[in-house]
């Protein structure tokens, strides 16, 4: 895997006439890991959103070197198609190899993504992330609706990521077991 | 190059074949026929007065065929996190966009054209004046589509959405419509290149207003 670098420098996020936070910085190079902790409502989301290149930061600024991929609680897969299809779609259109981590979802390639539980849906959009080839693994809340397997399940893929030389970033106030893991809590840049 | 052909084809299969909650490209196209068929009840079997304004009738049913599937063109991909995912490959939105024009107009403005010659028919409109609509509506529909795919994206995510997007959708649909049944009047050839102009103007400027108002609805 190509070596990857995420940087955040100073950043700042408004939405409507409220400010959320200020002056996050981090820097991340490949094999990095850096978990965002907060309470709801300080902006975690909004965060992973700027690092993306979804939405523009009120102030500061993102660098990155690397393809970025964004799971958050919208899978972006068809509801009505069954789970193997929904997959494919994105897999053509990524056009990268077979993922290495499944996710257990094998048995689950015949049944309509509407059917599937909440754990399962997560599950498959981490699986879509997994596949799309991206070296920067942005996650919102990756372990929402898991159960304790597949949550160590989840952080075992992400250090394998992080093995290749990717960088991971988690947005999640759950604790995680990973190796080498920084913080940054939102709640120390509040405006 | 590959990754749009598969964009475009999930667009064009979601549109015509419609999905729970979607509905397909039937629906325009029932709802296209049932207006050609009730207008004659409502106004009598006078065969002239028919042959008179069944062209009009006509483009107003197309018109509001056209904005019935407003609700779905654009909102339910926003809403389950597509447009973000394609943004976050660097697909940009105008080409997008362009895409479920062509989709859209596939799915509504090609089975108008087909059904036209039976709308026609239930009309009363002669070989000479369903050629004239046959061509209005090949000009005219891509213009449609185009304006209900930028309606769509600048509505998506809006509470009252759908009803909204059918008011916008009107006013901007008026020159299509007075050009396309002007067309049809004994004098109105100038129509159709009228008629062809407005469609080009809507089609030149969509794309890139629908590509705003998505990018703009992720502030």
């Not at chain 2, 090609?110 to 000479?128: F, H, K, R, S």
Request: hydrophobic residues 55%; proline residues 5%.
């Amino acid at each position: 895997m190509q070596p990857c670098r995420l940087a955040a420098r100073d950043l700042a996020c408004r939405r409507g006439d409220r400010l959320l936070f200020k002056g996050v910085g981090f820097e991340l190079q490949s094999g990095g890991a850096l978990q965002l902790a907060g309470p709801n409502g300080i902006g975690k989301s909004s965060l992973m959103r700027i690092l993306a290149g979804l939405l523009r930061p009120y102030a500061g600024q993102v660098e990155h070197d690397g393809l970025r991929a964004l799971s958050d609680e919208r899978p972006a897969l068809d509801a009505h198609r069954p789970l193997g299809e929904a997959l494919d779609f994105w897999r053509r259109i990524d056009r990268a190899g077979e993922a290495r981590a499944d996710f257990g979802l094998q048995d689950l390639l015949d049944v309509p993504v509407r059917f599937l539980s909440t754990g399962q849906r997560k599950r498959a959009a981490l699986a879509r992330l997994a596949a799309s080839g991206a070296q920067i693994w942005l996650l919102d809340e990756p372990l929402n609706g898991l159960d304790k397997h597949w949550s160590t399940a989840v952080q075992a893929a992400i250090e394998a990521h992080r093995a290749q030389g990717g960088i991971a970033v988690i947005a999640s106030h759950q604790p995680l077991q990973l190796q080498a893991l920084r913080a940054v809590s939102l709640l120390d840049h509040m405006a | 190059m590959r990754a749009l052909w598969t964009i475009f084809r999930r667009d064009l299969v979601l549109l015509v074949q419609g999905a729970p909650g979607r509905g397909g490209a039937a629906l325009p196209l029932l709802f296209f026929l049932a207006v050609a068929m009730l207008y004659p009840f409502a106004v009598g079997p006078d065969a002239r007065l028919l042959a008179r304004t069944g062209a009009g009738v006509i483009w107003v049913a197309a018109l509001l065929a056209a904005i019935l599937p407003l609700d779905r063109l654009v909102e339910p991909d926003l809403e389950a996190g597509f447009f973000d995912q394609w943004a976050l490959r660097g697909i940009s939105e105008e080409l997008l966009m362009l895409l479920r024009i062509l989709a859209h107009w596939l799915s509504f403005g090609v089975p108008l054209m087909l059904a036209a010659p039976l709308a026609a028919g239930l009309l009363g409109l002669d070989g000479a004046q369903l050629w004239t609509v046959e061509l209005g509506l090949l000009l005219g529909t891509p213009g449609l589509a185009a304006i209900g795919v930028t309606i769509a994206a600048l509505t998506a995510g809006l509470r009252a959405g759908a009803a909204l997007g059918g008011l916008l959708a009107i006013p901007l649909a008026v020159p299509l419509l007075i050009f396309g049944a002007g067309s049809l009047q004994p004098s109105g050839e100038g129509g159709l290149l009228l008629l062809a102009a407005s469609s080009i103007a809507a089609l030149a400027i969509a794309p890139f207003a629908a590509a705003g108002a998505i990018r703009a609805g992720r502030e």
